[in-house]
């Protein structure tokens, strides 16, 4: 049924880490399938700020956060199921349906509620993500 399921999760928002990924895990459990769990930052170089950070600041903060999601994936997911963990930059949800391209998801699992990954989007992150998918979205309410 699937094969590849991304779940984009924000490190700050508890929910994405007691609602929508266990409901990702049961799917992947279900299914067979791949976990790619996903964060995203923001670019600094996307901004006047960037040009006051090296590149190598920006890789110890992405290096910090990957850390930080596989440890928590390392508790929350078992080691039965198949695993990606990723922190890619850009702007939300761009980043999201550019992810999931990538990797070839057929299946989004994302929360419905909390704050947007990175305070990035404009507006509810998981109706901009569904809007533009191009493979199916499970919208994960609290």
Request: net charge neutral; proline share 6%.
């Amino acid at each position: 049924m699937y094969s590849h399921i991304l779940v984009p999760v924000d490190l700050d928002t508890p929910s994405d880490w007691t609602v929508t990924l266990p409901r990702a895990v049961s799917l992947a459990r279900l299914t067979g399938a791949r976990l790619h769990i996903l964060t995203v930052v923001s670019s600094f170089g996307s901004s006047v700020v960037g040009e006051f950070f090296p590149g190598a600041m920006e890789r110890n903060v992405a290096n910090t956060l990957l850390a930080t999601l596989k440890q928590r994936t390392d508790t929350a997911v078992p080691e039965d199921i198949p695993v990606q963990n990723m922190v890619v930059e850009g702007q939300g949800d761009e980043a999201v349906l550019r992810m999931a391209e990538q990797v070839k998801a057929d299946l989004i699992v994302i929360g419905g509620k909390g704050t947007d990954l990175g305070r990035l989007l404009p507006g509810p992150r998981a109706a901009r993500v569904v809007r533009r998918a191009s493979c199916s979205v499970l919208v994960v309410r609290e």
